[in-house]
């Protein structure tokens, strides 16, 4: 029987230190914290050694690592017995094909090429290798003549591709001449097959076919036809050719009382399609809207001097830049897709797709709400290029009339986004960092209390069962070290003067770097400033990646030695010398305020429309950065020793939101909305709300101005009634003093006691 989603506890699922029999033994905790799911990262079949479970190479088997299918039987049964349910993570856009052996649809392609039973499982680009499968893995063209012969195997270091029969005859290059794949150097940037974004080692699936569907899901089918789960997350359906397609056949697979929820990154004037069988996203649109709360629009003009000039075009530059470098391959083959339904290829067909690109706002645009995306793109790129006039034309032809045409376009716009966004320009953008997150916006400096009302009043009456979140294993960093950034800009000035000291006493390598990474050193230094080699080795990680990923000195295909080596010298230098104790002495000067929006910012995604997921460990304050660093193991016993003891702020706030959401489920599930607005001097301070009859939530922003000026006069409306604050004991009723309700906590969490 399907549990009601009331609230979510991730796990990140690894054979290492998180498997199903590790599950079962947090179970306890869980109940105690007041989970009333266990959402679980992916559990089928991953590559060896896998530490997220996103590299699915077996789509038809539980996991062995993490105990196999008796193993997550085990694991359901003992979750409900304590009445708690699984969702399950699950990967239909792609699988890993990094080591060929581990995958066996993938292998027997290679093996036997168009023969194999398998070859309309992958999306292969036959037509560009000629009837073979261009692999670029190599080092170079070149390594080729390496290859050796190994029984019915060709060997390169760690690489094994396989042989088709009767083919193993003579050296390594001669047999490798005669397979059904090509391998490449990776460097030229052409493959065979569409990839999750530019990455080699994940070949996407052809979900559009029935076959192909039904295989990659006879696992999961199995899993609601024996009531093991309660529920899914789709991850990236955009990557799919017809992603309401998919969603329609999982609806029927599943059952219409599943939870289901999609990770659809959703443009800030971007709506869900409430076509979509589905009940919403993953959250990354609540994560900016409660973020963006806490940010202090007065600080946008002294961090915008700090960082210098916003270059206003920097985003569809990069995008553009994307499609016709990093995505050439995809672009190749949608353009040859174009000239294949209209018999016409101008020659500014591909400049002008990466153009016309760079100007859709949307991960894709071929959603029925989305229907103005496109002409007004096309629109717009024929006015700022007349050049590209005719060849718009011809990409408007083939968009009308070729379905794979319109799959392949849309499948090229996300992975555009993700890669020149997500993945460039959040890593090169200074301003404010807490900003630049998945689903972000770094142009709009926060989010007002009328927007955020006005969203969440939307999400109760549309997606009221849609997931929330603060942090995930995507995130670019975790929700505390976002909040304590955040804090900076109610502080512009004494950060910028600190940065412009610190830069003079430890000289960087390049400015806008150092600025950046300032940031993120600010959000995860420790309180008492003793930098452990662990936070050494972390934040090396972090910088690293960093700049990789801003490819403005250094890149991950072109890294560039002397200016890593110079970053690392540099942090090292940030790390022992005098600027680490003014770090120390600014965290503790903002440390209470950091708090203060963390707890905020929690209880709200906590009590808010929707279905809030708590990523493991983010129920305490944690000093997590991006990936893998946020993945690392959570010390339970330390979580289970301070729930115990009820001394830890978040973890109360937490331990008392989920308390309340397991006594009123209707409340919250499907209780309305209703913005409380605080009235006095500082009632710009106040953001609160009712859910339903039971629930009043409150909490306070921009603190360190409250701390100035004080509440004063300002009061919190409260509907009839007396209401019990279950985070302080103290008891209200009617308009209470906003300095009374906050005089223990930042946050409240008020429940009608009339009784």
């Known amino acids: 029987?399907?549990?009601?989603?009331?609230?979510?506890?991730?796990?990140?699922?690894r054979g290492d230190c998180c498997t199903f029999d590790d599950a079962i033994d947090l179970l306890d905790y869980l109940d105690r914290l007041g989970a009333s799911h266990l959402y679980l990262s992916p559990i089928l079949t991953a590559a060896l050694g896998s530490t997220h479970g996103y590299d699915v190479t077996d789509p038809t088997t539980v996991s062995a690592a993490l105990g196999g299918p008796d193993g997550l039987r085990r694991l359901s049964e003992a979750a409900r017995a304590r009445d708690i349910g699984l969702i399950i993570d699950i990967v239909p856009n792609h699988v890993g094909v990094a080591h060929p052996e581990q995958n066996p649809w993938w292998w027997d392609v290679l093996r036997y090429g168009r023969a194999s039973a398998y070859a309309d499982?992958?999306?292969i680009d036959w037509e560009l290798g000629e009837g073979r499968i261009v692999l670029p893995v190599l080092g170079s063209d070149d390594d080729v003549a390496d290859l050796r012969v190994d029984g019915d195997r060709l060997r390169l270091g760690d690489l094994v591709f396989p042989v088709a029969p009767g083919t193993a005859t003579g050296s390594g290059s001669q047999v490798h001449d005669r397979q059904h794949y090509r391998l490449t150097g990776w460097r030229n940037g052409i493959c065979g097959y569409r990839r999750f974004f530019s990455i080699t080692s994940l070949a996407a699936l052809r979900q559009e076919d029935p076959a192909v569907f039904d295989a990659s899901h006879a696992e999961i089918k199995r899993w609601f036809d024996e009531g093991l789960v309660d529920g899914l997350r789709i991850d990236h359906p955009d990557g799919l050719s017809d992603p309401a397609g998919y969603l329609r056949r999982l609806r029927e697979l599943t059952g219409p009382d599943a939870w289901i929820v999609v990770e659809k990154i959703l443009a800030a004037d971007e709506s869900l399609d409430a076509s979509l069988t589905v009940d919403g996203t993953t959250g990354y649109d609540a994560l900016r809207e409660v973020g963006g709360l806490f940010i202090d629009p007065a600080g946008e003009t002294a961090l915008s001097a700090l960082s210098g000039p916003r270059e206003p075009e920097a985003e569809r530059t990069l995008k553009a830049a994307a499609v016709t470098d990093t995505l050439a391959s995809e672009l190749g083959r949608l353009s040859r897709t174009i000239t294949a339904a209209t018999g016409q290829y101008p020659q500014q067909l591909p400049a002008a797709l990466a153009a016309l690109i760079s100007r859709i706002g949307v991960y894709r645009g071929d959603y029925p709400a989305l229907g103005a995306v496109l002409p007004m793109a096309l629109q717009e790129t024929a006015s700022s290029a007349p050049e590209f006039t005719d060849a718009l034309a011809t990409v408007a032809v083939a968009l009308s009339t070729s379905t794979e045409a319109v799959t392949r376009f849309n499948q090229l716009c996300g992975a555009a986004t993700a890669k020149a966004v997500e993945d460039c320009l959040f890593y090169r953008d200074a301003r404010l960092v807490a900003l630049n997150e998945v689903g972000g916006a770094p142009d709009l400096f926060g989010v007002s209390v009328a927007e955020f009302h006005q969203r969440t009043a939307t999400r109760a009456?549309?997606?009221?069962?849609?997931?929330?979140?603060?942090?995930?294993h995507d995130t670019k960093r975790g929700e505390d070290v976002r909040a304590r950034i955040g804090v900076l800009s109610q502080v512009p000035e004494i950060w910028a003067d600190a940065v412009e000291r610190w830069t003079a006493l430890t000289e960087p390598p390049d400015r806008a770097t150092a600025l950046f990474l300032w940031q993120n050193i600010f959000g995860a230094w420790p309180g008492d400033g003793t930098v452990s080699d662990d936070l050494r080795g972390r934040l090396h990680g972090y910088a690293e990646k960093a700049i990789r990923e801003a490819a403005v000195h250094t890149s991950w295909h072109d890294p560039s030695t002397d200016f890593e080596d110079a970053v690392h010298a540099w942090l090292d230098r940030v790390l022992d010398g005098p600027n680490a104790q003014e770090l120390t002495a600014l965290v503790g000067r903002?440390?209470?305020?950091?708090?203060?929006?963390?707890l905020g910012q929690k209880l709200l995604q906590l009590t808010a429309p929707g279905i809030p997921d708590v990523y493991q460990g983010t129920e305490s304050a944690e000093d997590s950065l991006v990936d893998p660093d946020n993945r690392r193991p959570v010390d339970y016993p330390v979580l289970r020793a301070a729930l115990e003891r009820g001394d830890d702020p978040k973890l109360r706030v937490t331990a008392a939101a989920l308390a309340l959401r397991r006594r009123y489920p209707e409340t919250f599930r499907a209780g309305g909305y209703t913005p409380l607005l605080g009235s006095g001097s500082a009632g710009r301070h106040l953001v609160a709300f009712a859910r339903g009859e039971d629930v009043v939530v409150a909490v306070s922003r921009w603190t360190v101005r409250l701390a100035e000026s004080g509440w004063g006069d300002t009061l919190l409306p409260l509907p009839d009634g007396r209401w019990t604050d279950r985070l302080s004991g103290r008891r209200w009723a009617g308009p209470v003093a906003a300095a009374d309700v906050f005089a223990e906590l930042p946050v409240a969490l008020l429940e009608r006691t009339d009784d």
């Open 1 to 13: 029987m399907t549990r009601p989603v009331l609230s979510t506890y991730r796990l990140q699922m």
């Open 121 to 123: 499982y992958f999306d």
């Open 461 to 472: 009456r549309v997606w009221p069962t849609a997931m929330t979140t603060l942090s995930t």
């Open 590 to 598: 903002l440390s209470s305020h950091a708090r203060s929006d963390s």
